[in-house]
């Protein structure tokens, strides 16, 4: 028996051949109560234990001592032996009886330390629960405020203000998938920790349009918050397990980076645009750093043992979530627009243009993706790469995808080169695709043994279509990089279902 159950025996009575004596209750039991969370066998047999004595029902001990409950001798449990001792488990070497029922104060905390199991069992799977897609709406709306900000101010500045905005939410996002890969969502503490994050999350995407102006110091606070506080959780549940210190060089980081965001905020200005790129690019190197930290040296991706299957599947459900922004984007510029026949065509065109990157991304690589990494030899390490860095690529020029649908939409006949400080429009209407296709192409690499020539070409297209950009009108930009999408996808999927199959095929 385990040195926490063996530490609550002394809370009763014990009896011995000639007198019986009560140790005070200690506070003892209840210094190993995380480790008795995240110790699947210990809970099952502590559950059935703690089953036994309230049913108050006879039974054997392990090392066949018959335990009955005799409730006209001052409602005891007496071990019936010879005067050697008995144990009931490992480490008891007295013969010992224990109080039935145990207290309401002990047999409640008893239950609250085995019954709050904090780590997912991989060995039964890692669905997705619906807590977790509870989560991600909050994220719904931080991807709809960037886009509304971009639209409404479509300036270089407000572009690569955003660009960084993007990435914090991201790694935000990214950063709670890892550690709820781990912990188990059906648990109520990781329920109120995940109910808290969401909280700090939304606040913080309220302000996003601010984010660069008043609401600075705001911003960054939350954000400080969710990552600093997220981790501190996580290092204090997992007392003595083996991944407490992946989590304590993780909290490392981002204390550093902390100071960073907070002083930013604070002072504003160029100052804090610095400051918080800074901070982002310290962020995103630190897992392929390692997460080094003094005295604790870095890890390495085999101490992420993670479930792949679970991983992918988050990932491809934020996919999901930047495309109905673009969705949602489509569909009320298409309200202000359809009285014109262009607003029509425009709705139109940015509808085929979403529905062919969800077919790049999930008819022709996710589910081998996620197949490959369930049964990787080191899924840390695709994660780390194809799931917390390259998604990220696809993740932005989705949204650039949406910016570019609505400016379309509502101005469909205007042309870049008349207005010198609109080719910030080529921008977008090219790089949202071509962010998205190479990205798409990077993540099939992880998985395959070279990137796939199709999105290349496509790639060199739509960096080749940009004069049409800067001289035709937006309707004929957004008609190139869609025809330029459903190109793509029609090929991979060609290629797919009739030359893979070919066993001529070289």
């Known amino acids: 028996m385990s040195q926490a159950r063996k530490q609550d025996s002394e809370s009763y009575p014990v009896h011995t051949n000639d007198t019986t004596t009560t140790t005070p209750p200690t506070t003892a039991s209840h210094h190993n109560a995380f ?4 110790n699947m066998d210990e809970i099952a047999r502590e559950d059935a234990e703690i089953g036994r004595a309230e049913a108050g029902r006879d039974f054997k001990s392990p090392t066949g001592a018959f335990v009955s409950n005799n409730n006209n001798n001052n409602n005891t449990n007496h071990i019936n032996n010879d005067h050697d001792a008995v144990g009931l488990g490992e480490g008891l070497s007295t013969t010992i009886t224990y109080s039935d029922p145990p207290t309401y104060e002990e047999g409640l905390g008893h239950r609250v330390r085995c019954h709050a199991k904090l780590l997912r069992n991989h060995q039964i799977g890692g669905k997705v629960t619906n807590i977790e897609l509870f989560f991600d709406l909050v994220f719904v709306y931080a991807i709809s405020v960037i886009s509304e900000t971009m639209v409404h101010h479509l300036v270089w500045e407000v572009v690569l203000e955003m660009l960084v905005v993007t990435l914090a939410i991201w790694w935000a996002w990214v950063f709670s998938t890892w550690v709820f890969n781990w912990f188990n969502p059906e648990s109520y503490l990781v329920r109120l920790l995940l109910m808290a994050l ?29 990552q600093v506080g997220r981790n501190v959780a996580a290092v204090l549940a997992l007392h003595g397990h083996k991944l407490q210190r992946n989590f304590i060089r993780l909290l490392s980081w981002f204390l550093m980076t902390a100071v960073l965001w907070l002083v930013g905020g604070a002072i504003g200005g160029t100052t804090r645009n610095v400051l918080w790129t800074v901070a982002i690019v310290l962020e995103y190197i630190s897992p392929a750093a390692g997460f080094y930290t003094p005295g604790l040296g870095k890890s390495i991706s085999t101490d992420w043992e993670i479930h792949g299957g679970h991983m992918a599947e988050r990932c491809s459900l934020f996919i999901i979530i930047a495309l109905g922004e673009s969705i949602v984007v489509t569909g009320e510029a298409f309200r202000e627009a359809f009285h014109e026949p262009a607003g029509i065509g425009m709705f139109i065109v940015s509808f085929v243009g979403a529905t062919a990157m969800w077919w790049i991304y999930f008819h022709t690589a996710s589910s081998e993706a996620a197949e490959y990494v369930e049964h990787s030899a080191d899924p840390g390490k695709m994660g780390r790469l194809a799931y917390t860095y390259i998604h990220v690529l696809m993740v932005i020029g989705i949204i650039w995808c949406a910016v570019a649908d609505r400016i379309s939409m509502e101005d469909p006949y205007m042309v870049p080169h008349h207005e010198h400080d609109k080719m910030i429009y080529v921008a977008i209407m090219i790089g949202g695709p071509s962010l998205f296709v190479l990205g798409h192409a990077l993540f099939r690499r992880t998985f395959c043994s070279r990137i796939p020539a199709a999105h290349l070409m496509t790639v060199a297209a739509l960096i080749c279509a940009t004069p049409i950009g800067i001289f035709l009108p937006l309707w004929a930009t957004a008609l190139t990089t869609t025809i330029l999408l459903v190109l793509l996808g029609a090929w991979e999927s060609y290629f797919r279902c009739v030359i893979l199959p070919n066993p001529h095929t070289a």
């Open 35 to 38: 480790e008795n969370m995240l």
């Open 198 to 226: 969401m909280l700090v999350n939304l606040i913080m995407s309220a302000f996003i349009g601010e984010a660069y102006g008043s609401q600075s110091l705001l911003f960054a606070g939350m954000y400080v918050l969710i």
